[in-house]
């Protein structure tokens, strides 16, 4: 197996260059085409699951961080804060948590209204070391897919149980297998809320919706978040190294410091739970490991070119070229490959990876059809390009949960 970073070179996903920066990658438009499928399945699984998607900057004052925790218990993953003028200080987020927990309390909130879900595919910051770097799997800029729901005590197995479910949803969508389940639990030292009450809640709750899930979990000590325990999704890459793709947090800091509440139904004021949850996590990561999963061969529905178009000769390169733009305006990612490209057999050799190859040549051409070629050798057609782009838009769709 070719690990993710020779196979982002081979098929032009994604680069790096040192005037940018170590751990800032940048993506060409075959990688930005997988991560934008990604981003549109997770944005719209997450609209099916009642989540509501909100921006919030990547910039915060310190006091945000201090108030957090984050500063106390995280800095050393953080960038320096920035002086402006007087004696304000911004710092570059390293999480989203903090903003949804002031997007929340921004307005008040009744009990009818929980759970509220609150989403974001957002940038955050780590002060990653150089040694550490690498590829897409750790960097120093990140976009992650975010999220948190707030709600009462009562909601929070279920809230979790189904945040479990998007996840394997989403796994089983992107053809990826989890290595194991993890309930990462606080550990000795000074790194961890020093509140013993709230672990001793928190972590039973982790438990009994792992155990109500059915699935096999190991204890992981001394890997929670400052905050509270989570349930980690471990992933293992092409060199047998495991990391963290997706998780569930429980949190009852957050809610403290920041003074969230809710109205009850007995008119008196309440605080939420805050259950943080990520369903692919980093966006980097999530391709890091989609790239070595599937070795270049993706998943119609994350593959860069979904249908090649492959006229004949010379003579039939206008009707590929008009069958590629009805292939774009139907919401496919087409693209024609010419003859000027090798024989018809060199072509189909180069895009073996592809989903989908629809071969043009003058029968198909006069009668406005099209043969195509699944991935794998299977051949269907000559079809109707109505007919084609029809079954082409149902098999390059992700199943959503």
Same mark, same amino acid.
């Given at each position: 197996m070719k690990d993710h970073r020779r196979l982002g070179r081979e098929l032009g996903l994604f680069g790096s260059d040192p005037l940018i920066g170590a751990g800032l +990658?940048?993506? !060409?438009?075959?990688? $930005? $085409? %997988? /991560?934008?499928?990604?981003?549109? =399945?997770i944005a719209e699984a997450e609209r099916r699951a009642g989540y509501q998607r909100v921006y919030s900057p990547v910039l915060g004052k310190r006091e945000l961080y201090e108030l957090s925790g984050h500063w106390q218990h995280y800095s050393d993953d953080m960038y320096p804060a920035m002086e402006l003028s007087g004696d304000e200080q911004m710092v570059l987020r390293p999480s989203l948590c903090p903003h949804h927990a002031v997007i929340y309390r921004s307005r008040e909130h009744s009990? /009818? &209204?929980? +759970?509220?879900?609150?989403? &974001?595919?957002?940038?955050?910051?780590?002060?990653? *070391?150089s040694g550490v770097l690498g590829g897409l799997t750790r960097v120093r800029a990140i976009q !992650?897919?975010?999220a948190h729901v707030f709600c009462t005590l009562e909601q929070v197995a279920e809230e979790a149980r189904a945040a479990l479910g998007l996840i394997r949803a989403a796994y089983e969508a992107m053809g990826i297998v989890p290595a194991?389940?993890? *309930?990462?639990?606080?550990? @000795?030292?000074?790194? =961890?809320?020093?509140? @013993?009450? *709230?672990? &001793? /809640?928190? %972590?039973? !709750?982790l438990r009994e919706v792992l155990d109500a899930s059915g699935v096999a979990y190991e204890d992981g000590p001394d890997e929670a978040a400052f =905050?509270?325990?989570?349930?980690? %999704?471990?992933v293992v890459d092409a060199a047998g190294r495991e990391s963290t793709l997706s998780t569930v947090q429980l949190d009852f800091h957050q809610p403290e410091v920041f003074g969230l509440e809710y109205v009850g139904a007995d008119g008196g004021r309440h605080r939420p739970v805050m259950v943080h949850r990520?369903?692919?996590?980093?966006?980097?990561?999530?391709?890091a490991h989609l790239i070595e999963a599937h070795q270049g061969r993706f998943p119609a529905w994350l593959a860069p070119v979904q249908l090649a178009v492959l006229p004949l000769g010379d003579e039939q390169v206008d009707a590929g070229a008009? *069958? %590629?733009r009805r292939c774009v305006e139907a919401g496919l990612r087409a693209e024609l490959v010419a003859p000027d490209r090798g024989t018809l057999g060199a072509r189909i050799r180069a895009g073996r990876l592809v989903p989908y190859q629809a071969v043009v040549g003058p029968r198909e051409a006069a009668a406005d059809e099209v043969s195509l070629r699944v991935r794998g050798g299977e051949q269907v057609g000559p079809l109707p390009v109505a007919a084609a782009l029809e079954r082409l838009g149902q098999e390059c769709s992700p199943a959503y949960p």
């Open positions: +990658p940048y993506w !060409l438009p075959a990688g $930005a $085409a %997988v /991560r934008q499928a990604l981003e549109d =399945y009990y /009818r &209204e929980l +759970p509220l879900r609150m989403s &974001e595919l957002g940038g955050m910051y780590r002060s990653e *070391l !992650l897919n975010d194991r389940y993890r *309930l990462s639990l606080p550990g @000795p030292g000074g790194k =961890y809320v020093d509140k @013993p009450e *709230l672990w &001793e /809640r928190s %972590v039973p !709750l =905050y509270g325990p989570k349930i980690d %999704v471990q990520a369903i692919i996590g980093s966006v980097e990561r999530a391709v008009k *069958l %590629v």
